[in-house]
């Protein structure tokens, strides 16, 4: 068996990804309408990534321009570091419904593709704790 298998098989037998293949994970939470919540964890996103590195790039330059070399130096970093605040504030009001959807259907997509019919095959629920009972006598 092949090392990729392998790794497969062990992921397969993990509570998140059995629940995944189990529940034939899906991305039907994209569907709905989103939150009010949601739709501003999403703008904060987006305007992190308006504000991120080509602002940076813009305030280095007309710093530079301007012969303020140390406007560049310190500014810059710092509009870039408030751009990564933005995104992760964005990223907690967004991510926990959408990331736990999208990483279950990632996950029964990529073990599927691997294992094939093998992934929809239930392991026993106690496979992790029966292997390490046996290791232990």
């Not at 293949?21 to 999403?42: M, Q, T, W, Y």
């Not at 990331?99 to 691997?114: D, H, N, P, S, V």
Request: hydrophobic share 50%; charged share 20%; glycine share 8%.
């Amino acid at each position: 068996m092949s090392l990729l298998k392998k790794t497969a098989h062990y992921f397969a037998r993990k509570e998140f990804c059995r629940k995944a293949i189990d529940e034939h994970a899906d991305l039907s939470v994209f569907k709905k309408k989103p939150s009010f919540r949601i739709a501003i964890g999403l703008i904060l996103i987006a305007f992190s990534y308006a504000i991120g590195l080509p602002a940076a790039i813009i305030l280095s330059v007309f710093a530079v321009s301007q012969g303020n070399t140390m406007m560049a130096a310190v500014a810059a970093p710092l509009l870039y570091g408030l751009s990564w605040l933005i995104f992760m504030v964005g990223l907690y009001l967004a991510g926990p419904e959408y990331g736990k959807a999208l990483g279950r259907f990632t996950a029964r997509i990529i073990l599927e593709k691997i294992l094939g019919a093998e992934a929809k095959v239930r392991s026993p629920a106690s496979s992790e704790g029966s292997e390490s009972d046996e290791r232990k006598h």
